[in-house]
């Protein structure tokens, strides 16, 4: 028998993802399970052989999720073997995934596929390639099913062969799912407000968040994403944060954060310490004195003990520049500064204590 028209048909359904080639004059569908018999068509045979694999390995059992697949449909039989005029074609469905880089002659219409061209055996054996990309985890199993069939060419109605053949993958369900792991963490590009934090996170196959944690004591307080925002894949990324409005001559603790389904992973506390701007600044120790509100408006109050008026208060924005900061009120341990001269950003302030220099920062929010 020839083919009057050998037709690859593939149909992609919402839920069911039926995907189907058939070979039939007109293109018809439905044998992947049934065949290709029927009144004055073709006749089945045992020689006939039809296989599938993927990325050249025909015993695979099982899939893993979203990859793509090399295809290849093989249809054989050696009585055709020495037949030039011997064709094939093959019908398939498949339940799930979908399906890409068709190759030449084939046609795409209305959510079918049909390939328009017959394909010759080469000493009784042909092949047909596509890719198939595999579904999203949770899926489960993927059924092919495959009827293939060969024609003799002779116009007649009878030397033609069909064969059925049926795969079944299972999805691949992968090992517990792992927090990610952090390496490599490093502070560079530090500057009188700024820093960058970088380090090497492996998601271990989870989508995972990271963020910098860093603060002036290890409570931190503030937050700074990383990027990239989605850490994918089992190996380590490069992931980075620029820290930003940071105080000068200040020591910064910091740790990185990552996140995926298996919960939080942290890093161990790290530090760095931000450059001098403008006039120096000394640090002092001021572990017993407090300011509040901070950040301020009007006025903000330092608490200490033994706190004067007399300690000459002052304020160095981040350039350097010493400006007055008046005092508005004063009791035993206290003092009330007049803030609100001071536009929005940081200042740093400052005052002689028994002939010791300390300073604390201070942010206005006006």
């Not at 508005?328 to 740093?348: P, Q, V, W």
Request: aromatic fraction near 8%; glycine fraction near 10%; charge should be positive.
């Amino acid at each position: 028998m020839k083919f009057k028209s050998l037709h690859l048909i593939y149909i992609l359904a919402a839920g069911t993802g039926l995907i189907t080639f058939a070979s039939f004059s007109g293109g018809k569908t439905g044998s992947s399970t049934a065949g290709c018999g029927g009144s004055g068509c073709h006749t089945a045979s045992t020689a006939t052989g039809v296989f599938i694999s993927f990325d050249g390995n025909s015993a695979l059992t099982s899939y893993t999720p979203g990859k793509k697949y090399a295809i290849q449909v093989t249809i054989t039989n050696t009585n055709y073997s020495s037949n030039n005029n011997a064709e094939a074609g093959f019908n398939l469905t498949a339940n799930k995934g979908s399906i890409s880089n068709i190759a030449s002659g084939t046609a795409q219409t209305s959510g079918e596929m049909n390939h328009t061209t017959p394909k010759k055996l080469s000493s009784g054996t042909t092949n047909f390639t596509f890719d198939w990309t595999a579904p999203a985890a949770g899926s489960g199993s993927a059924t092919f099913n495959i009827a293939g069939n060969i024609v003799n060419g002779d116009d007649g109605t009878a030397g033609d062969a069909w064969a059925l053949t049926s795969k079944t993958l299972a999805e691949e369900v992968s090992s517990t799912v792992k927090k990610a792991t952090i390496t490599t963490i490093a502070s560079s590009a530090i500057t009188n407000t700024g820093a960058t934090i970088s380090a090497q996170i492996n998601a271990n196959n989870a989508n995972t968040a990271a963020e910098v944690q860093f603060g002036t004591t290890t409570s931190y307080g503030s937050t700074k994403a990383m990027t990239p925002a989605s850490i994918t894949g089992s190996s380590a990324t490069s992931a980075s944060a620029n820290l930003t409005g940071l105080i000068a001559d200040m020591t910064y603790n910091y740790r990185i954060k990552a996140t995926n389904s298996a919960g939080d992973t942290f890093s161990s506390n790290s530090t760095f310490k931000t450059t001098t701007s403008g006039a120096a600044i000394f640090q002092s120790n001021t572990e017993s004195t407090t300011i509040y509100p901070n950040p301020a408006s009007n006025y903000t109050i330092i608490k200490g003990e033994n706190i004067t008026k007399d300690f000459e208060f002052s304020v160095t924005n981040t350039s350097g520049k010493r400006l007055s900061l008046p005092i508005t009120a004063s009791r035993a341990d206290e003092i009330k500064l007049n803030t609100s001269a001071l536009s929005k950003g940081i200042y740093y302030i400052q005052w002689n204590e028994n002939g010791n220099r300390k300073t604390l920062p201070l942010f206005i929010e006006h």
